[in-house]
């Protein structure tokens, strides 16, 4: 009888990576990206650098290393109670696509390390556990925050001579947007866009006109999130009024927010969307990629702008699944300061590529984590 293999350690690395000068937003533009109340401060009050990632790393029985990152802004209570409940048991004994954690946003991070090791354990790739690559590389957008108009020709031109096709921007309705858009297209002919409001364009009356501009300017490839999420119907009403395509971001991790699989279901019944914006966890963005593959519609990976591990495990999911066309949001060392993997990911503008090696393919730089890092956590088995 063979002696199963057991979770023997789990250890956590607290880090903050600040991004490099200038990479979110003009200096004049200081708008933070967080939309979630953090410390009892307001909504959009913290920029994205300044929350703390979670590295996790998971020892095995037969010696077996899993890597894993966490979505930022972690809860360690939560952190903890989980970590205890996993340790001593045996790989083989979780179910990947049922494992024994609760749907927030720590299960991501924990289910990260876990398939990484499992698959690790099975002389695998985790691209593999998802039924193999469809493709082995997936194209990749630039990305900015706010800008302004004397800023955004630059950043748009640099972008394109590093080989980027799409750029993905933030806006809301203090921007100009029509007007960057023309900056762009006449410093970066060529260079299509993807904007992303955050639902800050509040309604179909705000939108039609903003639309109506952006298909005069003609590069706006991609509109995602212009409106609040419940309204299906208005975006329904965008849809025929716009031949800009309109994405739903759809992101399991945003629990908090109410934000499910079925959501994609949803939007799709009522007409709202043309594709979508999956950050999802794998076996999550597995779901996803089902419902948009039988739809007939496209996605993109999504991303909080992370580091390296799970950048990682996006690659491996867009690589898996049929409905990853569009331009995912996968940046590597482009804003933060490092991503912490000793060999960083192949990312030849436009297209990031599928990690080689068993599990995730990555392996993280103590050095840089020491660096970086602001606490830890240990348990093992008694």
Request: with cysteine; proline share 6%.
């Amino acid at each position: 009888m063979t002696d199963k293999i057991i979770i023997t350690k789990l250890h956590f690395d607290e880090v903050v990576v600040p991004t490099h000068e200038g990479a979110i937003n003009s200096s004049s533009l200081p708008k933070p990206l967080h939309r979630q109340p953090v410390d009892g401060k307001k909504a959009w009050g913290v920029q994205f650098d300044e929350l703390p990632k979670l590295i996790v790393t998971m020892t095995l029985s037969n010696g077996v290393v899993g890597y894993g990152e966490f979505y930022r802004d972690h809860d360690w209570p939560t952190v903890k109670n989980i970590a205890q409940g996993l340790i001593g048991l045996a790989i083989d004994d979780l179910t990947l696509q049922a494992l024994p954690i609760g749907l927030c946003r720590e299960h991501y991070g924990f289910e990260c390390v876990i398939w990484d090791a499992y698959a690790k354990c099975k002389g695998m790739r985790v691209v593999d556990l998802l039924g193999g690559p469809i493709r082995t590389k997936v194209e990749v957008s630039a990305w900015s925050s706010h800008r302004t108009l004397e800023d955004i020709g630059p950043v748009a031109k640099r972008f394109q001579d590093m080989g980027y096709k799409v750029l993905k921007l933030k806006a809301d309705l203090e921007d100009n947007v029509p007007e960057l858009c023309a900056r762009i297209k006449e410093a970066a002919p060529g260079l299509k866009l993807i904007f992303d409001p955050n639902m800050r364009w509040k309604n179909l009356g705000y939108v039609r006109p903003l639309a109506r501009a952006l298909e005069e300017v003609g590069n706006v490839l991609l509109l995602e999130d212009p409106m609040p999420h419940w309204m299906l119907m208005q975006g329904a009403d965008l849809r025929k009024f716009t031949s800009i395509p309109i994405v739903l971001h759809v992101s399991p991790p945003y629990e908090q927010e109410g934000q499910a699989i079925h959501d994609a279901i949803n939007a799709l019944m009522h007409g709202a969307v043309d594709g979508f914006n999956f950050n999802a966890g794998l076996d999550s963005f597995r779901q996803l990629d089902g419902i948009a593959a039988a739809a007939g519609v496209n996605c993109w990976h999504g991303s909080e702008i992370d580091l390296g591990i799970l950048e990682a495990m996006f690659i491996h999911n867009a690589c898996a699944a049929k409905s990853c066309v569009w331009p995912s949001d996968i940046f590597g060392r482009l804003l933060r300061q490092h991503d912490l993997l000793r060999t960083p990911h192949r990312i030849d503008a436009p297209y990031a590529y599928l990690p080689e090696g068993p599990g995730l393919g990555v392996e993280v730089d103590r050095e840089a984590i020491e660096r970086y890092k602001i606490g830890e956590y240990t348990v093992t088995q008694d």
